[in-house]
Structure formats: structure tokens, C-alpha cells
């Protein structure tokens, strides 16, 4: 596709649910990036992956999140034993070494 | 990462000017100056970036002061479509890729 596209582009889970959420990046993009956006809030950082390289995941918030990326395209966050406090739309990003990023439209998850 | 500072907000009225300003007075000689918005109910998109001259393009310009301490966005003329949170953000160009790390920026609202 020309953009990042990312799914589902909203969610509802129950408390305790886990979750996957799908991050396709601009195909040849090295960079992928997850970040997390709660309602009228910054953008919070959660991983980083370039390239081959060990992923940054200096921002995941506990150990229920965790992000993987195969063969260097499609990356996946999931989230397990889902918390109300995890409500919130999910950005991901890809870019080309050094240029600027593209940014898919979100996943917006809510935890009931 | 270096830091960039930012008004919460601004207002502007249609069709006049908006200049939007950032510090990042701890930049290092390698690290671009990239602009970023966000619309309501969007991902974040890329505006504008540049090192140390001043860059023009189809939907802004961006001034750098000579010693890159600040730089400003400029919009030429103002659109309701304009209303946006705008992100200054320091990006280190090498060859490993890079980081993005978005502050809080600066809320724009447009008044008609």
C-alpha cells in the first residue's frame, strides 16, 4: 500500500482480554515505530525497531506489552491481561534511515 | 535526546500568518530540525524539516536562527484545515536511524 496501515482501527476488549494490534509499515521502511496516544494527551513512546538491530523497548510500560517484528515489514503490539488504563489510540510509524516518518491512522482501543 | 520547547497554544485568524516558535537550545551540530502536526482524530504528518538554511515548501516554511537554538514554522496563510497540534522535535541523522521523540507541542487554533 502507499501508507502505513495498521488494524484494526478499533477495538473493544474486556478487562483481562489480550490483545493484538497490527502495524504494516511503507514497504523498504527500515524504521518502525509504536507509540501510544491517550485522549488529549502527547504522544508516549513505546518501541522502536531499525533495521536488524536489538529493538529500543525502553518504552513499554510493563511487561504485559511486548512488540515483535517479522522478517524486518509487519510488526505486532500485544497487550496482555488488557487494564482500563490501557484505553487509548495506538500509533505506529515507519520511515527510511534518517528521513522523516509516516504514521498510520491508529488503532483506537478501548478496555471495558 | 535533546529537548525542544514549545507554547501550549496559539490562535490565529484565517488567512493571516501564524509563526509558530521552538527552542532547542542544547542541539547538537548533527541533529535536524523536523516539524510534525496532527489534525483531530489523525496520526501525526510530517511538515517540514532542515540542518541550518531555511526551507520552503508547499505547506510551510521553516526559519532557523544562524546559531539553530530556535527555529519557527511558518504557515503563510492561515486555513481553518490548519488547526492542529504542531510537533518540534530534534532528529540525530546517521546511518543507524533514529529516534523520534515528540514533546507536547503547540495546539494551533484558527479562528474564522
Known amino acids: 500500500g502507499a501508507g502505513v496501515s495498521q488494524s484494526p482501527s478499533n477495538k473493544v476488549t474486556e478487562k483481562g482480554k489480550d490483545v493484538e494490534l497490527r502495524c504494516d509499515p511503507i514497504s523498504g521502511h527500515t524504521a518502525l515505530y509504536w507509540y501510544r496516544q491517550s485522549l488529549g494527551q502527547g504522544l508516549e513512546f513505546l518501541i522502536y525497531?531499525?533495521?536488524?538491530?536489538?529493538?529500543?523497548k525502553s518504552g513499554l510500560p510493563s511487561d504485559r506489552f511486548s512488540a515483535e517484528r517479522t522478517g524486518g515489514s509487519v510488526s505486532t503490539l500485544t497487550i496482555q491481561r488488557t487494564q482500563q488504563e490501557d484505553s487509548a489510540v495506538y500509533l505506529c510509524?515507519?520511515?527510511?534511515?534518517?528521513?522523516?516518518?509516516?504514521f498510520g491512522q491508529g488503532t483506537r482501543l478501548t478496555v471495558v | 535526546d535533546a529537548k525542544t520547547t514549545q507554547p501550549n497554544s496559539m490562535e490565529s485568524n484565517e488567512e493571516e500568518p501564524v509563526h509558530l516558535p521552538c527552542n532547542h537550545s542544547?542541539?547538537?551540530?548533527?541533529?535536524?530540525i523536523h516539524w510534525y502536526r496532527q489534525l483531530p482524530s489523525q496520526g501525526p504528518e510530517y511538515v517540514i524539516h532542515?540542518?541550518?538554511s531555511n526551507v520552503n515548501n508547499r505547506m510551510a516554511s521553516l526559519a532557523i536562527a544562524e546559531d539553530r537554538k530556535s527555529s519557527t514554522l511558518i504557515l503563510h496563510r492561515a486555513t481553518l484545515r490548519d488547526a492542529a497540534v504542531y510537533y518540534c522535535?530534534?532528529?540525530?541523522?546517521?546511518?543507524?536511524?533514529?529516534?523520534?521523540?515528540f514533546g507536547g507541542g503547540t495546539r494551533l487554533m484558527v479562528k474564522p
Open positions: 532542515g540542518l541550518t
Open positions: 542544547t542541539i547538537s551540530g548533527t541533529d535536524y
Open positions: 525497531f531499525q533495521g536488524n538491530s536489538a529493538p529500543d
Open positions: 522535535i530534534l532528529r540525530e541523522n546517521n546511518n543507524a536511524g533514529n529516534m523520534l521523540t
Open positions: 510509524a515507519s520511515s527510511s534511515t534518517g528521513n522523516w516518518a509516516f
